[in-house]
């Protein structure tokens, strides 16, 4: 069956701390892997696609990579700003709608 | 743009009763999924359209739930009758990918918070 899971479930990082957070994935062929960003009270924001390993993707204080079984989003020098909950989702080969999400790390930045 | 638009944002209903969520995608955008966010099984697509078509339903939990978009502005997301385990977040999204996957670039709604008492 396939599976995603995330990890830590929480993460509290000191201002300026940098980290990574962890997207675990077994997927019948990966199509696409998908980072998003959850506010309190709102919808996910879209961050990232990654396809293939190796590939690796940059917004701001934000870079996710993946590999063959994981993709990691790190995260360098957070700001109070970067807390949210992170998504990460697969999309597998084996059907259109088969798009699997984790249950997220919640990060909290301390200033 | 303002942004893909979700009423109500809040809806308390007793169990039994008709309940239906509204959506406004972005304007142009070919795709609109709906999703539900619960914290024992976190967020599920439930249905996806592509120019107004239905093109998989195959994550709607049950025949109490259907889904319509009479047109490319507007969608709705019934559950007749409710029961209190579909209580939850209800996301509408939509998307216009300028390449690769329909799920690039989704722009997601502020989302319905659904109590069935």
Known sequence: EDQVTQSPEALRLQEGESSSLNCSYTVSGLRGLFWYRQDPGKGPEFLFTLYSAGEEKEKERLKATLTKKESFLHITAPKPEDSATYLCAVLDQTGANNLFFGTGTRLTVIP | ?117
């Open chain 2, 1 to 117: 743009d303002a942004g893909v638009i979700q009423s109500p944002r809040h809806e308390v209903t007793e169990m039994g009763q008709e309940v239906t969520l509204r959506c406004k995608p972005i304007s142009g955008h070919d795709y609109l999924f709906w999703y539900r966010q619960t914290m024992m099984r976190g967020l599920e697509l439930l249905i996806y359209f592509n120019n107004n078509v239905p093109i998989d339903d195959s994550g709607m939990p049950e025949d109490r739930f259907s889904a319509k978009m009479p047109n490319a502005s507007f969608s709705t997301l019934k559950i007749q009758p409710s029961e209190p385990r579909d209580s939850a977040v209800y996301f509408c999204a939509s998307s216009l990918p300028t390449s690769g996957w329909r799920y690039n670039e989704q722009f997601f709604g502020p989302g319905t918070r659904l109590t069935v008492l």
